[in-house]
């Protein structure tokens, strides 16, 4: 029988409570096994590099985790499959090729990757008539499809963007020129589009691959449905604008075809501009993006100022693999949700001016040559949480350049090439419950940043410092409280740190290097009160006992 492991984060976080002891948000680190910690890391790792094609439940890594034993659940009644196949591992459980009944869409109890999505659908198209054996004529009349100039487009991209590539998406198109299908009202659809672009003299081939740019205009709507294949051709210099609405369900978008003849670092990206809108759940993404702006970046949202807040955006349950980046620029509010995102190419996800946005519950793994988010240029308030990082370059969290208020929390950072979250440049940064275990460099690092919290983290086995503060002003305070240090580098180290408050952190198992930089002198009042019982404020060089701790940015540190 199969059993849901769907269970919610509120479940998971119980079991996280059962494990771990009260006494810190991380609790009691008595009660943690880092050596089996370690382990079931490097297998999950494993099994993700074995099998990268099924959608992963990042909840189901939590449990697999911090959880002693399988979590039962409730059996369902399904229909018996007519080959079962056993389960490879605890993370991997059934994929059937396609599910009937009340068991659609359940996952085995305790696996991580869930039924594989359906298969593409195989769309084969006729030239000049579009899909074999549907007519080309319009499929709506509320439908309106023409063909249009792009470069209109482009120079409005470069308004905000910069002009930077443009020329070479011009130039990817060849003799064709600048033209691109044009949807200015009504809903298409994948058949829709393959229709209309032979109906226009660019014919999709065989396996359905558009060979012809699609703009979308404001009002209008492209719909894409579970199991369909939008494949869009390197050669020809297809991509996706988008003003209006990107309606992605079930589906995948990719990059097809060899290297552009005419620009050969042209690779077709997906684009949405001004106020438009992206809802992608259960979606695939694999290899778009080229250039060095966030407008052609890979699966981007390039708003702007006047049209901040008026689309929407919401990225769920969706893979990315090998994409350049995913960019969401001058946008508010969006929400990504229990996504993965493997291989990149650049750094993973860049939230640019976009306030409020919420990044929760994703993986980031595989390779990945620098950060895995940036949130950066007036990001405020934006939330990271419960997101797991495995391996990757640099520091995995950048909060960058006037983001302000900006929560890191509950997630977990392991055996990265570089750091786990760095705040630079910020004001009243949050970092609450991270666990950054077995990084190249720092745990945490606060540079150039006033107002900043960090509290109850776990930080063990990194290179460098455990927390590290430089590069403040003289007027700046930071707040380290609560924290857990275990055999880093050294615990807590500063280069021109200002002003820095500690109370109730555990420093027993870190010895012997406590305290690191501008303050390693000051070890004493550390040395003599381990596990933090009193409060000491670090300032002008000098350790001086509080009684009680400074209130930062309107809360209590």
Not at 211 to 237: C, H, K, N
Not at 525 to 546: H, I, S, Y
Request: with cysteine; net charge neutral; glycine share 12%.
């Amino acid at each position: 029988m199969a059993r849901s492991c769907q269970h919610s984060w509120r479940s998971v976080l119980a079991a996280l409570l059962v494990v771990f002891a009260p006494q810190t948000a991380l609790g009691d680190l008595g009660a943690v096994d880092l050596s089996d910690l370690r382990k079931t890391l490097a297998e999950i790792d494993a099994e993700l590099a074995e099998d990268r094609g099924g959608p992963v439940d990042v909840e189901a890594i939590w449990s697999r985790l911090f959880v002693p034993a399988p979590v039962q659940f409730p059996d369902v009644p399904t229909e018996q499959p007519a080959a079962p196949q056993p389960a490879r591992s605890f993370l991997f459980g059934e994929a059937p090729q396609a599910t009937t009944g009340a068991a659609a869409g359940l996952r085995p109890a305790g696996a991580l990757f869930g039924s594989a999505p359906p298969a593409p659908v195989a769309t084969a198209a006729t030239p000049g008539l579009g899909l074999a054996g549907v007519s080309a004529a319009a499929p709506s009349a509320a439908v309106d499809v023409g063909t249009v100039n792009f470069r209109l487009f482009l120079a409005s991209l470069a308004q905000v963007y910069t002009g930077e590539n443009n020329q070479a998406v011009v130039n990817a198109q060849g003799p064709a020129g600048p033209v691109a299908l044009s949807v200015t009202s009504g809903t298409v659809t994948l058949r829709d589009l393959q229709s209309f672009s032979a109906l226009h003299g660019r014919a999709p081939r065989m396996d359905g691959t558009l060979t012809m740019p699609v703009v979308i205009w404001p009002g209008a709507t492209l719909r894409l449905s579970p199991g369909e294949r939008l494949a869009l051709a390197r050669d020809s210099g297809a991509f996706v604008l988008s003003m209006g609405t990107l309606d992605i369900e079930g589906a995948t978008v990719e990059v097809a075809g060899q290297e552009n003849s005419f620009t050969p670092s042209f690779v077709p990206f997906v684009t949405v501009i001004g106020g438009g809108s992206l809802i992608a759940k259960n979606a695939t993404f694999r290899g778009l993006g080229f250039g060095n702006t966030a407008k052609f970046s890979g699966l981007s949202v390039a708003g702007d100022l006047i049209n901040q807040g008026k689309g929407r955006v919401v990225i769920e349950d969706s893979r990315f693999d090998a994409l350049k980046v995913v960019s969401l620029a001058n946008i508010y509010g969006a929400e990504l949700t229990g996504n993965t995102f493997y291989d990149a190419r650049n750094n993973t996800l860049n939230l640019i001016n976009a306030p409020h946005a919420r990044v929760e519950g994703n993986l980031f793994a595989g390779r990945s040559p620098t950060n895995a988010i940036r949130v950066e240029t007036g990001s405020s308030h934006a939330q990271v949480s419960r997101n797991i990082f495995l391996h990757g370059e640099r520091v995995a969290v950048l909060v960058d350049r006037g983001s302000d208020h900006v929560e890191v929390q509950d997630n977990l950072v392991w055996n990265r090439a570089g750091a786990g979250v760095k705040f630079l440049g910020t004001r009243c940064g949050l970092a609450h419950g991270n666990l950054i275990l077995d990084n190249d460099q720092k745990g945490i690092e606060v540079r150039k940043s006033d107002g900043t919290v960090v509290r109850d983290n776990l930080v063990v086995g990194n290179g460098s410092a455990g927390i590290w503060v430089s590069a403040q002003r003289a007027d700046a305070r930071t707040s380290v409280t609560g924290n857990i240090f275990r055999a880093n580098g050294a615990g807590l180290a500063a280069a021109t740190g200002a002003e820095i408050e500690i109370s109730q952190n555990d420093f027993a198992r870190q010895l012997p290097r406590l305290l690191d930089g501008d303050i390693a002198r000051l070890t004493g009042p550390v040395a003599r009160d381990l596990t933090g019982t009193g409060m000491v404020r670090f300032k002008n060089g000098q350790a001086e006992t509080l009684g009680e701790m400074s209130t930062l940015c309107g809360s209590a540190s």
